[in-house]
């Protein structure tokens, strides 16, 4: 089990950038994957960007292909959401997510943090 704290949300005008952070707890923390989700009011949360245990793999919805980045330091035990280009539809509560290697889903998650793009 492993315990998710996320920061770095907040208010952006559209066009503007932000970088969430997911910090883990545990010595454990290669052991998942890792991934991103954000779920908009009255909306089911989605899918957003995932990345494997060691970094090699990398997946993002074709809504924020080519404007979010997911990445992870290990020896921090973080994992990062870097969003440029913000539109005023990323408006939403982003959640990290982890899972354990070799498993299909996401058990563990933080508490989300807001994101509101402004047009």
């Known amino acids: 089990q492993v315990q998710l704290v996320e920061s770095g949300g907040g208010l952006v005008q559209a066009g503007g950038s932000l970088r969430l952070s997911c910090a883990a707890s545990g010595r454990t923390f290669s052991s998942y994957d890792m991934g991103w989700f954000r779920q908009a009011p009255g909306e089911e949360r989605e899918f957003v960007a995932s990345?494997?245990?060691?970094?090699?793999?990398?997946n993002y919805a074709d809504s924020v292909k080519g404007r979010f980045t997911i990445s992870r330091d290990n020896a921090q035990n973080t994992v990062y959401l870097q969003m440029n280009s913000l539109k005023a539809e990323d408006t939403a509560v982003y959640y990290c997510?982890?899972?354990?290697?070799?498993?299909?889903?996401?058990?563990?998650w933080g508490q989300g943090t807001q994101v509101t793009v402004s047009s």
């Open positions: 997510a982890a899972k354990r290697r070799g498993t299909l889903a996401y058990n563990y």
């Open positions: 990345i494997t245990w060691n970094g090699v793999i990398t």
